[in-house]
Structures are given as structure tokens and as C-alpha cells.
């Protein structure tokens, strides 16, 4: 695995930059729509896709090398203010927590989102760490088709609620102090991992 793989993407102070984690098995349009989307609607100046070694929830016995998903993920995402990196690998992270954490200590001054998709805010309740990860950053939630309602009724949802800003106040989420998020509908990808790795067992 290459160095640049492995290191930190470009970052200044003051910079408003998108934190997208996942296992990108495979990465897919509905990562990059979903990218797009919180650039424009946040105005960040860069979406960074963090690609984790493993999912901490998830049964990683079958999972692609961390080298083969970054790549793929790159190719994918193929946009200037998209950066994509194994950045967790170095830091030996498990957990988002631990990783935000370190993060915010390596990167004094970045305003860092945290983004996701509708379907992981309704099991976000099920996280390590789960509120202090709210306490930590902002949160942007993108919708994602098929679980729009049952993620804003979630425990999670319904713990945030007090701090959740009008979709209209995007621009303003990555200065605001935490807990603060967003839920923001836009263009939706029915693509998701689960189905093209079952697509491509199928073939």
C-alpha cells in the first residue's frame, strides 16, 4: 500500500471539510451523489472518504484489501474536491470516535462535518461512542431511499432533535457549535453496496 494511500489528504485552518466513512465495499454513485450534495448544500471545501479497514458492526472475514477499495473508490468518486484515504489504517482506529478524535487533534482549526446516509443515522444509536461523536462535529444526514421515516424516528433522531437545523441553513452547519445536524434530501442513488456485491456473486 502506497504512502499517500495512508496519509492525511491536503488540510488548512479554516477549511470546512466532509468526514464520509465506510467500508466503500464496493464504493458507488450513491457515495459520490451523496458527496456532491453535501458539498453544495454545506458549501465544504472538500468531501473526505474515509476508508475503513473494517466495520467494527459488520462480519469483515470477507472483505476486500483495504488497497483494492481505495482504488476502486478513487475511480468512482473521480472529482477534484473528493479526496479518498486509508488514513484509519495509520492511525489504527477502530471505532469513528477514536478516529474523529484523532483527527481533530492532527487537524486544529479544520472544520470538520461528519457525514451519512439516512439508513446509518437509524442505527446510529448503536454505535460506540454515538453521542459524544455528536458532541464532537456537526452531522450531516443525506436521505437515501427506503429509509427516510424510519431513520428520523430513530433513538438517535429523537435524542438529536433539539439541534437539528432547518434543511435551508446548510451553509451554516459546519461553523456551528455541536451538536448540530442536518438532514438534507436531494438526488438519490437506489444503488447501495449490499446489492452490488450480491449483483456480482450472481454473474
Known amino acids: 500500500m502506497s504512502a499517500e494511500e ?27 451523489m451523496a458527496s456532491l450534495t ?11 472518504w474515509l476508508v475503513t479497514p473494517g466495520n467494527p458492526l459488520k462480519d469483515n472475514h470477507a472483505l476486500p484489501p483495504l488497497t483494492q477499495r481505495i482504488a476502486t473508490a478513487r475511480a468512482l468518486a473521480n472529482h477534484s474536491h473528493i479526496n479518498v484515504t486509508g ?11 477514536d478516529t474523529l478524535r484523532q483527527l481533530m487533534r492532527r487537524c486544529p482549526g479544520v472544520r470538520f462535518v461528519w457525514i451519512m446516509g439516512s439508513d446509518n443515522l437509524a442505527n446510529f444509536h448503536r454505535w460506540n461512542e454515538w453521542r459524544t461523536i ?70
Open 38 to 48: 453535501a458539498l453544495r448544500r454545506l458549501q465544504l471545501d472538500r468531501v473526505w
Open 134 to 203: 455528536a458532541r464532537m462535529m456537526p452531522i450531516a444526514v443525506i436521505d437515501r431511499p427506503g429509509s427516510t421515516l424510519h431513520s428520523v424516528a430513530s433513538p438517535a433522531a429523537n435524542w438529536m432533535a433539539r439541534w437539528r437545523l432547518p434543511e435551508n441553513q446548510g451553509a451554516a452547519l459546519p461553523v456551528r457549535t455541536p451538536p448540530a445536524w442536518i438532514f438534507l434530501h436531494g438526488r438519490r442513488s437506489e444503488l447501495s453496496s449490499t446489492y452490488l456485491r450480491e449483483l456480482a456473486e450472481n454473474n
Open 6 to 32: 495512508l496519509r492525511l489528504p491536503p488540510h488548512a485552518p479554516g477549511l470546512r471539510i466532509g468526514l464520509f466513512g465506510g467500508t466503500f465495499n464496493p464504493a458507488h454513485d450513491g457515495h459520490r
Open 87 to 97: 488514513i484509519e489504517a495509520t492511525l489504527r482506529t477502530r471505532y469513528t470516535a
